[in-house]
């Protein structure tokens, strides 16, 4: 266990990230967290973040000089090295340039364990006021700027690091490096860390966080919410309640696939309402044909839904959100962007819904790490390696207006495909792959008799970050296959296309 004492810096959470990129497992503390506490948990280090405070100031939030003298290493980053020096002895003023940005900084010791590996000279990112400018005694200094004397300095002996720039901030190119040899050259962390720990923490904390409260959760059937509702069952149990509507614009038995899992039969403690929804998704959607159009008809009634269910619930303390680290990332980018299409999720925070505080258990996670939570809370592997599914699913997979004997189309073509590609053990390696119904009907010939049917589209692409995708090469006997099976058992549909096209110019998706 590493410790990261939080001073009310910008960057903590990148700070446990990184620690934990280097599979150790890492936990934030307030300032404000006793020593007592802190010896008792034993970490292997600790790591002070920054903060917006200037540590000589009467008020400022500091720490006991203890602290240090415990054996144990500790990183001071920013305002976190400029109070491991005020308290030991340094000086701290305020600096005649403030630093702020991408700096140069010279490492002038190159022996220094933080620095094994790292470039003499190295981008590093600095956002200070305040700087030392008196190591406190036993330091000494093992980097610099130009414009700031002490950008790192240490007591080897000690196991004491003070480093003013933010190497958790990933403009410090080498940043990582510099956390990663923290936890190993100078903590000995082996680097051994699973997620069964994130997992037994993260159940306690929600059961400190919530105590008697009540939780309420959308449930999409995603992994995300999917591995949310899993770690708060197990934590509270009946003390949580699961929405799942079932908008009936999932893909074939998913509603009862989720049920399964979730609901009174399945292996989680919770209260879980299905609303099925169909019908009155249906007749909203009913000569409606434009994607934008669409898209907000779905995810408004989702709106209604939710508030409708949660107003039978009544008051709750918490809103349950399943939002993983890239969320609470994007959220903050591309605000000027144009918007190519409105990607809400269902599941978005609806307006009127009683609730005093939001809980978001994934917060700190990446995709990979939210789904090994998943497999470590037994959620059926099926569910956990799930590929990309969009809030309006096959609402935005049917092209023109949706009805229902089109989602029964689109559904059961989709199922065959995915059932070919799983044959052919091509559904871990394809990012994404899906049947869409196209607007098109043709006329074709099946068993003497002239038909006039609808035409399926196959989507499979290959993609780092969804942002861009190249259509995936699927062996042809592959498509072949689905192409013969779709015609044959699935009436009403008499073409199947592969789609080629990449992203640009094409997306992801067909609305
Ligand atoms: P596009 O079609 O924009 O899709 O290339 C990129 C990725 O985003 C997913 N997607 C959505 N996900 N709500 C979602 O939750 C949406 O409205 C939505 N639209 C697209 C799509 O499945 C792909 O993974």
Not at 12 to 27: G, K, P, S
Not at 108 to 123: A, H, Q
Not at 165 to 176: I, K, R
Not at 286 to 292: D, I, L
Request: with cysteine.
């Amino acid at each position: 266990l590493v410790i990261v004492l939080d001073f009310g810096g910008q960057y903590n959470q990148l700070v446990a990230r990184r620690v934990r990129e280097c599979n150790v497992y890492c936990e934030i503390y307030s300032y404000k967290t006793d020593i007592e506490k802190i010896k008792a948990m034993n970490p292997k280090g600790i790591i002070l973040t920054g903060g917006p405070n200037s540590c000589y100031e009467p008020d400022s939030p500091t720490y006991t000089d203890e602290l240090f003298k415990l054996g144990i290493p500790v990183l001071g980053l920013c305002y976190g090295a400029q109070l491991m020096s005020h308290v030991l002895g340094g000086k701290v003023e305020r600096a005649d340039v403030r630093e702020y940005g991408k700096t140069e900084v010279i490492i002038d010791k190159r022996e220094s364990k933080v620095f094994e590996g790292v470039s003499e000279k190295t981008i590093c990112w600095m956002s200070h006021f305040d700087y030392i400018s008196k190591i406190a005694p036993g330091f000494e200094i093992s980097a610099h700027t130009a414009d700031c004397p002490v950008a790192a300095a240490e007591n080897e002996a000690e196991k004491l690091y003070a480093i003013q720039f933010h190497p958790e901030v990933l403009h410090t190119a080498e940043g990582t490096k510099m956390i990663n040899n923290f936890v190993k050259n100078v903590c000995e962390c082996v680097g051994d860390w699973k997620m069964d720990a994130f997992v037994e923490n993260t159940i306690k904390e929600i059961r400190e966080k919530v105590g008697d409260g009540r939780v309420l959760l959308a449930l999409s059937g995603g992994v995300d919410s999917s591995v949310a509702a899993g770690l708060l069952s197990r934590a509270i149990g009946k003390q949580l309640t699961c929405v799942f509507v079932d908008h009936g614009l999932l893909r074939k038995d998913e509603g009862d696939e989720v049920e399964a899992v979730f609901g009174p039969k399945g292996q989680f403690d919770l209260n879980f309402i299905r609303v099925n929804a169909q019908e009155r998704y249906y007749n909203k959607l009913a000569g409606v044909t434009e994607p934008e159009a669409k898209r907000k008809i779905i995810g408004e009634e989702f709106i209604r839904i939710f508030e409708e269910e949660a107003k039978k619930i009544g008051a709750v303390d918490f809103l349950a959100q399943g939002t993983i680290y890239p969320d609470v990332v994007e959220s903050g980018l591309g605000g000027e962007s144009a918007v190519i299409k409105s990607h809400h999720n269902v599941g978005g925070l609806p307006d009127y819904v009683d609730f005093k505080e939001i809980i978001e258990p994934l917060r700190d996670l990446f995709k990979d790490e939210v789904r090994k939570a998943g497999l470590e809370l037994g959620l059926p592997e099926k569910l956990v390696f799930r590929q990309p599914f969009p809030g309006p699913g096959l609402g935005i997979r049917i092209i023109g207006e949706v009805t229902a004997d089109k989602v029964r189309i689109v559904q059961d073509a989709d199922a065959i495909y995915r059932e070919e590609i799983a044959n052919a053990g091509l559904d871990r390696t394809i990012g994404q792959y899906f049947a869409a119904l196209t607007n098109m009907r043709s006329v074709g010939v099946m068993g003497d008799e002239r038909t006039y049917d609808y035409a399926v589209a196959l989507r499979a692409v290959n993609t780092v970050d969804f942002m861009t995708a190249e259509a995936a090469e699927i062996p042809y006997e592959v498509l072949n296959k689905v192409m013969s099976r779709i015609i044959n058992e699935v009436r009403g549909v008499n073409r199947v296309f592969y789609d080629l096209t990449s992203k640009p110019p094409g997306t992801i998706e067909f609305e």
